[in-house]
Each structure stands twice: as structure tokens, then as C-alpha cells.
């Protein structure tokens, strides 16, 4: 392209906006060194509960591909998991294949699926793309899950935890480092998948999609290959949700369970943060690491759904990007005024760390 | 050779005519506009060319192409570039990612290479820095890459639209009003800006505009539309002078300028 430079000096004036230095990698790698260490220390419950976290992640990073970067609301996210969770059983404890090729199988085997409901739903918009998934949801539940020989029937199937060489991630601290990895990398996939050709399209099917059509995007595609994609990812997550389990069951993947549980993810990953692949392991994490402490204070059962609610309206009023979003406005805060910023971030967590404190002694 | 042409395009609303037997035909590198009343049909006729709408009955060809079933973004890769008389931008996205949504059409990376981050994603992006870099210092709007929609000025937001088909590198580039709603200042710099993109693109421009003095300093050949029939056609005097286009069009525009004054 010419370098010509056509004059446009008749436009108002701005100041050019410097994009933020970027001290974030240590604050990244200390937070990573604790998620891997924290839950080691505290024994093999709180592994199990990171590994939970993990597998959650794993696949709220489905709900992010197609919801978060293309603005379709699916709501049959656990179907796939449930393909991955049978295929786990068969291969993994049937057949005897390695964990991370069973993986790579049930993503494969989502493929088909996911392109039959695809082809139904890309050409639907908003509210009828979301009830479009919820009634495939519940036909594959009634036909593929009721199928015996896949599923094991009433008695389900067991799925046995991996051992590599001389690794045996059978244990659930040893687990936990094995999803905690999985996780990383596949939030590592997607977030490339942010600064893309086919990224950016999604951006723009999401935000409008007259414009996007009009700039030579095609909807439809864009739209297919988000939802493969997310199924796929969906499916690996059901491998290692079956390995965390190790009993697998029909039934929560027929109706009205897959719907209920499709809903929550979402919930989850708005709550996170729904532009950003961190959001669904911090919205995990903070969810669950929540549930297990309210858990244990019994006269405050009852309020969990209240606060849960509550917490959900305000982060829906204030934080459209979810906790992602108030911990990089806090960061950014931080960078421009250390001192100021730096009080702000220990009040949030002193009164955070009050919260909890308060209520396992409560509890006591 | 005509680049793009349309015969005989029919289009009714249920009682209303929007399109009446239009016949319109521009050549390579020609900028031509579009005049008419308003409800003339003149932005419907631009849905029906980038395929938002489908005519009753008729034919889109670009390059002797027929492109009549093509869907929009098959016709925007085929080289049609339109604007919007309201601008459509990505608002969630700074100028600098929406010209780089704009780039779309140069890139070829697959979700599996962006995923692993292959060879084929680094050069891909490497590409549409290098465009989006050489399309802002062409419009001159390296100062705003980073401000958002909702940030600018709605002159500045057309010029960011304009950079944005620009991008596409069009062959034919369709603009809906691109002078409504900005400054007086602004509108003036649009008319030189219009040709430096044709000799600079070499681009056929073919515009709707309600800013009279504008089109027609800025056209090589005018058409007029009025009840979704095409009413004249011709050099931008010969189109002034003709009397339905002063009845139907330059009439009522006299009329409101009294009233205003």
C-alpha cells in the first residue's frame, strides 16, 4: 500500500493514549506458584477441590470460545463433557489407552456432533442459538446416554486415573498437578486464539454482525468453528472430569441435570470474567474455595444461594468483565499509584480474608 | 467495461416500491453519485448491492461477475466495500483492533495455528501489523489507535469507518452519506480525500450524499432516484438541469433552505 499521507488535520485533537507497562509476569508467576503449592500443603481434600477447580476451568475455557469471543450462548457444554467422560471409561480403564490420547480422541468424537447441531444453530441468533443447544442437550441425554454400552446404564463406569512411567497421578495431589498443567496449556491455546484471523472474527460476529459480514467475514463459519471448537474443548474436560470423579453416571448429563448444570458454568464464568481465558479458573476457584468453607457452617447453608445471588447482580451492575476485570482495574490502579493502590488491593483482601475468618469461626 | 452493473432490480415492501426496473452501471476508477429525495430508495439500493437485502427480481454483476445470490460477505470479498449512513464500528474494540477485524480478507491463519502459535499465525500477524499501520498513516489516523468508538468525534469515526472498508481493499467502494452528521470543516476535507482514495486504491467510488455541493464537485457522473426509479442520469450539470430531478429533488431542498433561513 502507498504510503501516501492524505491529510486529516481537519479532525479534533486527542492525546495519544500510551498502553500500560506491563509488570504483570511476576505478580503471574507468584500467583501460579501458589495455586500449585497451596493446595499440597493443605492435604489431599483441598488437592481434590483444586483438581475440581481445574477441571472447571477446562471447561468454562468451552463456555469462553463461544460465549465470551462469539457471543453465543450454548447451554449443552456438559453434553460434551459426558461424551468425554464415557469415552474416558472405555478407553482409558476398557482399552487401556494413555490419558492425553483418550483426550485427543473425545475432542475427535465431539467433532461430529457438534457440527450437526452447529449446522442447526449458526443460523440462529441470541435467545433461539441458546434454546437450540438446551433441546439438543436433552435429546442426546435421551438417546446417546441411554444408551447402555456406552454409558454402563444405572450402574455407570468406573474411569481409572493415569499412571505415566514412573508418575502415578492416581492420588489427588498428584492429580491436581496433572489438571493444574492441562490447564494452563489449554488457557494458553485459547488465549492465542484471541489475537487471530478467526479471533478477531469472532470478536466481530459477537459485536455486530452486519459489520462483520460487510468487512468479508463469514457469520456462519465463524460461528461453526467457535462451537466446534468449544466442544472440543468441552470433550477433554469431560476426560479429566471423569478421571476426577473415577465413578461415572448417566445422570447428569440427561435432563433436567445437564441443563441445570450447563446454566451454572455460565454463571461461573461470568462471575470470572467471560473475555478473558483466566476467567473461568478464577471463577472456579473463587466459587469453590467459597462453597467448601460455607459448606462447613452449617447454620450459613442456607444463605449460600442469597449471597450467591447477590455477588452475581453485582458483578453483573459492576463488573462487566468479571473478576478478571476488577483484578487487572486493581493492578492498573496499582502501577499508576503504588501507595494508594496498593492500600486499596489490601483492604479488598483484608476484608475478604475478615469474611471467611468470621465464618469458620462461626462455625467452630 | 462496466465494473458494476445492475439490470432491471425490482424490489416492493408489501404496497410500496422501493426499487422500480433500476439500471445502473459504473466503470473501473469512476466516482459517481447517487441523488434523490429522502425514501428514494438510494440506501435501499445499496442493501440490495451488498446483498443485505435480496431484490424480487434483477441482476448484480461486479467485473462481469453475477453476484445477484451472493451473500454480504461473499460480495465483500469479491471486492464491494460499503460504509453505513449509521456508522457500524466494533465499539468494545480500540481503532487499531477494528482495522484489524477490517483485515480479515489478506489473512489465511487457521484456528489451529493461532491455538499452537505455528508459523503460519506469526506471519499472519506480522501482515496485518504492517496493513494496519499502512492503512492509518494513509487516512492519517495513527493518533487515535488506541482511543475507542465511543471516544471520538463522529467525523473522526467516519474517517475510522472509511479506513476500515479501506482495508478491504475494494474494487468497488459504496459509501452512504459519508458526510452526515459531521463538521462543515470536515465535509470539506471529505471531496479531495474522495479522489486521493481513487487514485491512491484506484477504487470506482459510488456515493449517496445529501451535502449537494460535495457530490457534485466530487462526481464524474450522477445518477437520480426518486420513487425507486432512476430519473436522470448523466454529468453532474446535465443532471442539475434536468426537470424532474428539479421537481422531485432540488425543488424540495430550495424549499427547505427558505424555510430554514
Redesign the interface.
Known sequence: ??????????????E????APSGTATAAAVALAAAAIVPLLLGDFASFVGARIAVTAIIGLSVIVVTGYTGQLSLMPYTFVGIGVFVAAHTITGWGWPFWFAAAFAALLSVPLSVLVGLVAVRLRGFYFAIATLTFASAVGATLFEWDAFTGGQKGLSVARPVVGPIDFGGDKAYYLLCLATVLLLVW??M??Q???????M??VR??E??????????MKTKL?AFV?SGMVAAIGGVYHGMLLQSVTRTPYQTPFVEAVGVTLVILVVVGGMRSPWGPFIGAAIIYVQLEVFRTALFLQYFIAAVTAVAFVVVLLKLPDGLVGLIKHEAANVRRAPRRGGIRVAIIIALNVAVFYAIWRLSQ | MSLLRTEGLNLRFGGVVALDDVAISIDDGEIVGLLGPNGAGKSTLFNVL?G?LTPDSGRVTLSERDISRA???ER??AGL??T?QHI??????TVD?NL???Q??H?????V?????LPS?RR??AE?RE?VD??L?????E?????RPG???Y??LR?VELA??L??RPQVLLLDEPASGI?Q??A??LGP?LR??RD?LGCAIFLIEHDMPLLLSVSERVYALDFGKVIAHGTPDEVTADDHVLSSYLGRTRRTDVAAS
Open positions: 500500500m502507498s504510503t501516501k499521507v492524505i491529510d486529516t488535520s481537519v479532525l479534533p485533537k486527542t495519544r493514549r500510551r498502553r491455546m485459547v492465542g486464539l489475537d487471530s484471523r478467526i479471533g478477531r472474527a470478536a466481530a459485536e455486530n452486519t459489520a462483520a459480514a460487510t468487512l468479508g467475514v463469514n457469520v468453528v471448537v | 451488498s443485505l451473500l454480504p460477505y465483500a470479498l466495500g460499503r453505513f457500524k464500528l466494533f465499539p468494545g474494540h483492533e484489524r477485524i477490517a480479515h480478507r489473512l489465511s491463519s487457521s484456528t495455528a493461532a491455538m499452537l502459535r499465525w499472519d500477524e496485518v496493513r499502512a492503512i498513516e494513509l487516512i492519517d489516523l493518533r487515535y489507535r488506541h482511543h471516544e471520538l468525534s467525523g473522526t474517517f476500515a472498508v482495508s478491504l463538521a470543516r470536515e470539506e476535507a480525500l486521493e482514495i491512491v
